[in-house]
């Protein structure tokens, strides 16, 4: 991985060289453990004119959760805890002679951007933008492989849920137990705050647990997601409690279950993002359903669950092979509940089979 690393590095320090020419300051937790493999919270990377250094408010630990520092970085440790690494950073491009310092601004709070540039005259600060998490949308061999394998432990602990008795048992319990579950099968941790949804608060986009029991007849809304070495990914899926699913659950179940099919087929390279959002909305909103729609369809994941590329009406770009994504489109029906259908897919060529989907626990609607 020594060398993914520098290679990364590389990239872009050649991407700042003819914008902004001098040292980088990465401090967004997520960039720097893109660029150097991770560090204790609080770490900074500085990407200097001679060498690279990695400084960090405390030793590295070395564990999986935190990430592990390239070795061909030199590690500085603050000489006290609660100092901050990225004004010791810009102490040092200063040092070593740097003119101009690029800052994640998007990252530094204004009282924090302040305090770094106060640390030499004539330390020029320059806005880095968002160059790194644009290196990040696409995914290597290595970074797909720690998402399959955060999908698989996903898929287990919702396998598990299901084969278990669900009735009178509270949201917040499931949604222990299945976080519980996914560090059991290898997680470093839930990849967000798992959200488990029951009768009328199913097919909400977001739900926080609630002491709320299961009941016969209540669709059951589930969403979790792995963190795997730092790369996370998302499931989700509705079922019915009890006995065999309503009339208008299953229209409904239909109609979103079709939604997802179609924005799935659509994932391939040189598609428009906001074309992926659009065919499953169009289906949605024929329906009849459109105004209660979430504003994006899907979104990227990796070393953070939200990333970019956006799937939304108003998304630029188009897709990338090697680019992971989900598919989450979903309806809520005010005192009635709801579908979502949440998958995980990384966009391939037609050649290399299409759009894989990690993700793969049946979307059947099944009656618990």
């Avoid at 137990?177 to 009328?200: M, Q």
């Avoid at 992926?276 to 994941?301: K, M, T």
């Amino acid at each position: 991985m020594s060398q993914v690393y520098a290679d990364r590095r590389e990239r872009l320090r050649n991407r700042c060289a003819a914008s902004t020419p001098g040292a980088v300051l990465v401090s967004r937790p997520a960039n720097v453990r893109y660029l150097a493999g991770g560090g204790p919270p609080g770490t900074v990377l500085l990407l200097g004119a001679e060498e690279d250094v990695l400084l960090c408010p405390r030793p590295p630990a070395g564990d999986l959760a935190e990430g592990r520092p390239d070795e061909a970085l030199r590690v500085a440790v603050l000489p006290q805890a609660d100092g901050d690494a990225a004004v010791a950073a810009a102490g040092l491009a200063a040092g070593a002679g740097a003119e101009v310092l690029a800052v994640e601004e998007h990252h530094l709070s204004v009282a924090r951007y302040r305090a770094v540039g106060s640390v030499a005259d004539g330390l020029r600060l320059a806005d880095l933008g968002t160059a790194i998490e644009q290196e990040r949308i696409v995914k290597d061999d290595e970074e797909i492989t720690c998402l399959r394998i955060a999908a698989e432990i996903a898929d287990q602990a919702l396998g598990e849920l299901l084969e278990s008795i669900l009735v009178g048992r509270t949201e917040r319990h499931l949604a222990l137990e299945l976080e519980r579950r996914l560090v059991d099968h290898g997680a470093d941790g839930p990849a967000f705050p798992t959200s488990v949804a029951t009768g009328p608060h199913s097919g909400r986009a977001v739900h926080r647990p609630s002491d709320r029991r299961v009941e016969e007849g209540d669709f059951l809304s589930v969403c979790l997601g792995a963190n795997y070495r730092g790369y996370r990914c998302e499931i989700g899926r509705t079922f019915v409690i009890g006995t065999a699913p309503a009339d208008w659950q299953i229209e409904l179940y239909d109609l979103v279950f079709a939604a997802q099919r179609a924005a799935r087929e659509a994932l391939a390279p040189g598609t428009a993002c906001r074309d992926v959002d659009r065919v499953a909305r169009q289906i949605l909103d024929g329906a009849g359903y459109g105004d209660g729609l979430a504003p994006s369809l899907g979104h990227g994941v990796g070393l953070e669950i939200q990333e970019d590329p956006q799937l939304s009406p108003s998304a630029m770009g188009k897709l990338d092979a090697c680019v992971p994504v989900t598919v989450e489109p979903g309806v809520h029906l005010p005192g009635r509940g709801g579908v979502r259908i949440d998958d995980t897919l990384v966009v391939r060529q037609e050649a290399d089979g299409g759009p894989e989907l990690l993700t793969i626990t049946t979307k059947e609607l099944l009656a618990l």
